[in-house]
């Protein structure tokens, strides 16, 4: 079964620093990979999503993300932090190949923008 | 365009009463998803449909929680009895079925709190 593992469930920063939010997916073919970020009472948006044509990925907000096949990674980065960014950030992945169509999340990260 | 559509937006109910959550997805949109969200256990998938039909209940907690969609553009959530355990965020969200690249989207959530 795919998954995914998010290092650090709480990352602060001061604003204007670098974000840098981690993502580890476990998969015998590569996945698509999506980041989500969910602001507070909110639902879910989509930021970006990786699905087999460029290995980096530009989302919304001045997020982007890499996919790196070697590390098994698709880790989420800004080069500037706003306090705006502040939020709940999950990973999720889901299969290509099977036809299954839902989405498997990681268990999120909490970004915390400092003044 | 309008969102997934959640109702109601917040609940409290009594333990033992039976809940209902309702979810107009995405015009256009033929499959359905179900997530639960906890502090204990992040997000999971519950069910999802494929043109109206069940595809995977396999997360579906136990025989209180059933869910219904009699028709492309509605689909229902219940619990009956309810417990306090089953108090959560509650999301729906629909995706076409092109491919399982394409971006799911979410409604804002039924937070319920069972008491």
């Known amino acids: 079964a795919q998954s995914v593992t998010q290092l650090g469930s709480h990352v602060s920063v001061s604003e204007g620093a670098l974000v840098l939010l981690r993502c580890n997916y476990s998969?015998?073919?590569?996945?698509?990979l999506f980041w989500y970020v969910q602001y507070p009472n909110q639902g879910l948006q989509l930021l970006l999503k990786y699905t087999s044509a460029a290995t980096l990925v530009k989302g919304i907000n001045g997020f982007e993300a890499e996919f790196k096949k070697s590390e098994t990674s698709f880790h989420l980065t800004k080069p500037s932090a706003h306090m705006s960014d502040a939020a709940e950030y999950f990973c999720?992945?889901?299969?290509?190949?099977?036809?299954?169509?839902?989405?498997?999340f990681g268990s999120g990260t909490r970004l915390q923008v400092q003044p | 365009d309008a969102g997934v559509i959640q109702s109601p937006r917040h609940e409290v109910t009594e333990m033992g009463q039976e809940v209902t959550l309702r979810c107009k997805p995405i015009s256009g949109h033929d499959y359905l998803f179900w997530y639960r969200q906890t502090m204990m256990r992040g997000l999971e998938l519950l069910i999802y449909f494929n043109n109206n039909v069940p595809i995977d209940d396999s997360g579906m907690p136990e025989d209180r929680f059933s869910a219904k969609m009699p028709n492309a553009s509605f689909s229902t959530l219940k619990i009956q009895p309810s417990e306090p355990r089953d108090s959560a965020v509650y999301f729906c969200a629909s995706t076409q079925q092109a491919s399982s690249g394409n971006t799911i989207y979410f409604g804002e959530g039924s937070w319920l709190t069972v008491v």
């Open positions: 999720a992945v889901s299969d290509q190949y099977t036809g299954r169509r839902a989405l498997t």
């Open positions: 998969s015998s073919v590569p996945p698509y």
